[in-house]
């Protein structure tokens, strides 16, 4: 189980507000005494607030023995036009903790801040006094989990996200695999798998934290954990990925490998909801001719002849590649995600051939 990161409990007194992971980008620390909820907090949201960050909050100072109660010390979450879209600046002092943010998930960020400035004074709670700007240089930050050769239970996965918080990462890229319980393909399914109705909770929880949960499904490489299942294996008419060994990938030209990612593709759709981006992978293809079919290796020689590519068809591989992200991408944006797919197949859509 993953544990609530040590940034969001309180910290022992005299801990320095100069230790926030990430280091926010205007940071001071205030002389004078900080404010002290060990009688609990009165949270004030102005109108037009949105609620998630206050119940975040609420939730956190709750796991602490902290009660929200009218009249005591006041912690305030209230819009500014002047900040980012997920900046934020945070006061806090004796007589207060003001949060102000362009947004919602701006204030959100400065809730987190706020929770990893506590300290422990005493049986009590106290919040240092202290002035911090934050903006982010990235909009999208995060992670991607991989269920290829491990299992991870929801509570963990849960736990995982909110450590994603922590972190105020805005992103996590899953990659499911035979870990979500497929309707279209129900042999291909872990013993373990979660429910869709059991992600769909998952991506619930991300949304509250301001994180997206993005899918991956991988249209060419990495296909082993679905292509080779006996009744799919002919979907890969033998090929391999770049490991050549315990990796296979789909055919390019073999139909029923599209049907597949199309079938997969669209369940994926219909449980991650929270973004507008859908990752397409397309990793360590294998596109030697010793990891090819025959026809995949003729249709290779057949793009080369027309490009006057030479022997060993370095463009020509490029481009029969480029080919199958290209058909992805355009299945992604005509049901109306944005696609998006590792670095190197920006730099060399090769990768690794």
């Not at 945070?90 to 919602?104: D, F, M, P, Y």
């Not at 700007?133 to 995982?160: N, T």
Request: glycine share 8%; charged share 25%; proline share 7%.
């Amino acid at each position: 189980m993953i544990p609530t990161p040590d940034f969001l409990k309180p910290r022992r007194e005299g801990s320095s507000v100069k230790t926030l992971l990430p280091r926010p980008k205007r940071i001071e620390g205030r002389s004078g005494p900080g404010l002290d909820l060990s009688g609990g907090f009165d949270l004030r949201e102005e109108p037009g607030v949105d609620p998630r960050p206050g119940v975040y909050l609420k939730n956190r100072f709750e796991a602490w023995g902290l009660h929200a109660k009218p009249g005591e010390a006041p912690v305030v979450l209230g819009l500014s036009g002047s900040l980012g879209s997920q900046g934020y600046r945070l006061r806090t002092g004796k007589a207060s903790a003001v949060i102000e943010a362009a947004t919602a998930q701006g204030l959100f960020h400065g809730a987190v801040t706020l929770l990893q400035l506590a300290e422990r004074h005493g049986e009590g709670i106290v919040i240092p006094a202290a002035e911090l700007e934050d903006e982010p240089d990235l909009l999208i930050r995060g992670f991607s989990v991989d269920f290829r050769y491990a299992w991870l239970e929801e509570p963990h996965l849960r736990a995982m996200i909110d450590a994603a918080a922590a972190f105020k990462a805005s992103a996590i890229v899953w990659w499911p695999q035979d870990k979500l319980a497929w309707r279209s393909h129900p042999d291909l399914i872990h013993a373990r798998a979660l429910s869709p109705a059991q992600w769909k909770s998952l991506v619930a929880c991300g949304e509250e934290r301001f994180i997206q949960m993005i899918p991956l499904m991988d249209p060419y490489g990495h296909a082993e954990t679905y292509a080779d299942r006996p009744a799919y294996l002919p979907l890969t008419n033998g090929e391999r990925g770049y490991w050549g060994h315990d990796d296979v990938q789909y055919c390019a030209s073999h139909p029923d490998s599209w049907r597949l990612f199309h079938d997969l593709s669209a369940e994926c759709l219909e449980v991650f909801t929270n973004t507008p981006y859908f990752h397409i992978g397309m990793d360590e293809v294998g596109g030697q001719d010793e990891r090819l079919c025959a026809e995949c290796r003729a249709r290779v020689r057949a793009l080369a002849s027309g490009m006057n590519d030479p022997e060993p068809f370095d463009q020509a591989r490029n481009r029969f590649i480029a080919q199958r992200m290209l058909q992805a991408m355009k299945w992604m944006k005509a049901r109306g995600r944005r696609p998006v797919f590792w670095d190197d197949n920006a730099i060399n859509i090769r990768t690794r051939a």
